[in-house]
């Protein structure tokens, strides 16, 4: 490592850890400028700036030893160095001769200039990378080196490789991240007890393995310990906010069983099994004065609306109001087009609250809700949100949760005028149990798994590009039979910008391929004037196909749509695919889901295997979660879910670590409910909520 610090440096306070790297390790300045572009500010953000993965370079050996295909270091004597430049779109390369008693090898670099400067003929180093063979001789290509007799943090060791932005080399930030370790370490304070974390090992350790491990079996030990701080983060305040609801009180909402027979009796079709016993569940937590926060989950038409239909008309029918919220304004729209009909069925009125409504008329609407004349209020989150106050609302119905955030959700339970709402939401992601055990610990969770009956199925087909022309020729000819297809083009993770350019792209390729065919295109970046008109325009079939992004992933209910065309799928989640599927196959024509690719490497074909295999988003969201990882499956930023950058949940010793943590957590917060006696707890928790907050932003 680096040389110690003259004796005459102040050591770091744990206060320091927080201030800022220029005034509490002056000796870093020049360091600023990478810092700052890997967003550190502070002696602690660059502690926790983990790197994604190690090369392990520990295994040295005589270059007469060397094997193929491994990462490996060896102690050698550089016998020449030869500089050739580049030619054309070929790069400068550096090219080195090696040596030691028990053989000889190469060395090369494109590129890279600076290698030239550092490497000097007749020096000794020490190299370490990958060797491939030509022939007989072993090559290293774009290898690390460092001079004998200088101790390395970039050579014949587990060498540590960050994610890099905006030019900053691997060498430049585990140099400086090296020199901030040897400060700052010595100043972290284990925020658990020993007891606490029994074997896992103490915070600043952890992090130390983790940047710098001695072997690479130190790494999951030091990852565990680290992951499962992000874990109990995520508990505690799981656990605090229970806490918080414990003191509330919901009205107690008797729906008898009589009344509960005539309901269903009421309603144009029977109930699925599964339908019927989510409705017994709700019915057996709206009596008690505890809240209720039911998750009820189910595909897309599996019939939660209509479950949810019969547990607003029963709230209605024991004197309470309701509502319905939905992220946006024409899904709520359309919410009060499938409701309305059923909960008249049941002899409940139903209120549509739009933000569009002339003032004189959402003035009614307000006053009515006010005096408690309207019995279910549907509308956005925002609109009900707004200016409402509710004379006696029992039970809100979330749509899509997953959309609102968490202060969203806090902001609508305080709609309920001294008495908390009863919380019921839907969603069409499969959380598997796993997650669910997590993530939604303090949420009761329903599930419906059995479609009603009479559903078609809906093709499914993977297809590379080279099919492109027979698509397009089908799309046209759907389109001549009157039926309407959905074009995605995949979210860009990175920028929203580059999704709109790529959907707008393609809109442009399909207009000129399919001159004859009425085409919409929606994405993020338009006003959401504009995508609502498109999307009602769809709706109204003046539109024979729509280029979308994914924001039509919670998007609209077109009966006659019957091709879903899904471009570069192996991006996207395979929950995620099955959703879009889901928007096709609601009316009763043959429909078809089309998932076009042209990734041959075998995990991507066989994740979109699954999709074509099966119709259970269960399935399908275990298989993401066994074939991708659980960040991925929710995604998380659709999900909420804070952004976990250490802890993984397809990681079955981390599952263990979250029921841990989740132990833990209950009794902390029970023996100390503002944790006032643990800073070091908040603070870990503060950390992750913020971490939230930036991916929200993002
Ligand atoms: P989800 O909200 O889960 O997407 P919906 O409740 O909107 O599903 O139901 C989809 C369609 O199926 C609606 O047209 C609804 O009227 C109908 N439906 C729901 N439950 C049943 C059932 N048990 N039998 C027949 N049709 C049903
Ligand atoms: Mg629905």
């Known amino acids: 490592m680096t040389a110690s610090p003259p004796p005459t440096v102040r050591p770091l306070s744990a206060e320091d850890l927080d201030r800022p790297i220029r005034s509490v390790l002056p000796e870093l300045a020049r360091g600023a400028a990478a810092f700052g572009k890997l967003g550190i500010t502070t002696p602690r953000q660059a502690l926790f700036y983990l790197p994604f993965r190690y090369d392990d370079f520990s295994d040295l050996r005589p270059l007469g030893e060397l094997a193929a295909d491994e990462k490996q270091s060896a102690r050698v004597k550089v016998t020449d160095v030869k500089v050739e430049p580049g030619f054309g779109r070929r790069p400068q390369r550096v090219i080195a001769q090696l040596a030691d008693g028990s053989g000889s090898a190469e060395a090369i670099w494109f590129g890279r200039r600076y290698v030239e400067r550092r490497l000097e003929k007749g020096s000794e180093v020490v190299i370490s990378g990958k060797v491939t063979f030509r022939g007989w001789r072993p090559q290293f290509t774009s290898p690390e080196f460092s001079p004998v007799g200088h101790e390395s943090i970039h050579t014949a060791r587990v060498v540590p490789i960050y994610r890099l932005v905006g030019g900053v080399t691997q060498r430049r930030v585990r140099e400086l991240l090296a020199r901030v370790l040897e400060r700052a370490l010595p100043a972290v304070e284990d925020p658990l007890l020993p007891a606490e974390r029994g074997e896992l090992p103490d915070l600043a350790d952890a992090l130390r393995a983790a940047h710098f491990p001695e072997e690479a079996a130190d790494v999951p030990a030091a990852l565990d310990r680290l992951a499962f701080d992000e874990l109990l983060a995520l508990q505690l305040s799981m656990a605090?906010?229970?806490?918080?609801?414990?003191?509330?009180?919901?009205?107690?909402?008797?729906?008898?069983?009589?009344?509960?027979?005539a309901l269903l009796g009421a309603l144009p079709f029977a109930l699925t099994g599964d339908q019927r016993r989510a409705v017994e569940e709700i019915v057996a937590d709206l009596a008690a004065d505890e809240p209720m926060r039911r998750l009820l989950q189910g595909d897309v038409g599996s019939g939660k609306t209509a479950v949810a239909a019969v547990a607003l008309a029963g709230v209605v029918r024991a004197g309470w109001q309701g509502a319905l919220m939905a992220p946006t304004e024409i899904l709520a729209r359309q919410?009060?087009?499938?409701?309305?009909?059923l909960l008249e069925a049941l002899g409940v009125r139903a209120e549509f609250l739009s933000g569009s409504l002339a003032a004189a008329a959402k003035g009614r609407i307000h006053d009515a809700i006010g005096a408690g004349e309207a019995e279910v209020v549907i509308g956005t989150h925002a609109v009900i949100a707004e200016a409402v106050t509710f004379d006696?609302?029992?039970?809100?119905?979330?749509?899509?949760?997953?959309?609102?955030?968490?202060?969203?959700?806090?902001?609508?339970?305080?709609?309920?005028?001294?008495?908390?709402?009863?919380?019921?939401?839907?969603?069409?992601?499969?959380?598997?149990?796993?997650?669910?055990?997590?993530?939604?610990?303090?949420?009761?969770?329903?599930?419906?798994?059995?479609?009603?009956?009479?559903?078609?199925?809906?093709?499914?087909?993977?297809?590379?590009?080279?099919?492109?022309?027979?698509?397009?020729?089908?799309?046209?000819?759907?389109?001549?039979?009157?039926?309407?297809?959905?074009v995605v083009v995949p979210l860009v993770a990175e920028s929203e910008a580059l999704s709109a350019a790529s959907a707008e792209a393609e809109f442009e390729r399909l207009r000129a391929a399919l001159p004859g065919l009425r085409i919409g295109l929606v994405h993020g970046q338009q006003r959401a004037e504009t995508r609502d008109a498109t999307m009602a325009a769809f709706a109204a079939r003046e539109l024979d196909l729509l280029v979308a992004t994914t924001v039509i992933e919670v998007g609209i209910d077109v009966p006659n749509a019957s091709v879903m065309l899904i471009e570069d799928a192996d991006r996207f989640g395979l929950a995620q695919l099955h959703?879009?599927?889901?928007?096709?196959?609601?009316?009763?024509?043959?429909?078809?889901?089309?998932?076009?690719?042209?990734?041959?490497?075998?995990?991507?074909?066989?994740?979109?295997?699954?999709?074509?295999?099966?119709?259970?988003?269960?399935?399908?969201?275990?298989?993401?979660?066994?074939?991708?990882?659980?960040?991925?499956?929710?995604?998380?930023?659709?999900?909420?879910?804070?952004?976990?950058?250490v802890a993984s949940l397809f990681e079955p010793r981390h599952l263990v670590l979250a029921e841990r943590a989740g132990t833990l957590a209950r009794r902390l917060v029970s023996a100390d409910p503002a944790l006032a006696t643990r800073p070091g707890l908040i603070r870990m928790r503060d950390d992750l909520a913020s971490a939230e907050d930036e991916g929200d932003a993002a």
């Open 240 to 261: 605090q906010a229970r806490e918080a609801r414990a003191g509330q009180r919901a009205a107690r909402v008797a729906v008898d069983g009589d009344e509960l027979l």
């Open 579 to 645: 959703q879009l599927r889901g928007r096709v196959g609601r009316g009763d024509q043959q429909s078809f889901c089309i998932l076009l690719t042209d990734a041959v490497d075998e995990r991507s074909q066989e994740r979109l295997a699954v999709v074509r295999g099966s119709r259970d988003g269960f399935e399908i969201a275990e298989a993401d979660l066994r074939l991708r990882g659980a960040g991925n499956v929710l995604g998380t930023r659709q999900s909420g879910l804070p952004p976990l950058r």
């Open 335 to 341: 919410h009060y087009l499938g409701l309305a009909p």
């Open 392 to 486: 006696r609302l029992a039970l809100a119905v979330v749509d899509e949760q997953h959309r609102f955030g968490v202060a969203q959700r806090a902001a609508l339970q305080a709609k309920g005028a001294g008495r908390e709402p009863h919380l019921l939401a839907l969603t069409a992601t499969p959380i598997p149990r796993t997650l669910a055990l997590t993530f939604y610990a303090d949420m009761a969770i329903s599930t419906i798994r059995e479609m009603p009956p009479g559903r078609r199925t809906i093709r499914t087909e993977v297809r590379n590009r080279s099919a492109l022309p027979k698509i397009e020729a089908f799309l046209a000819s759907e389109a001549a039979a009157g039926r309407q297809s959905f």
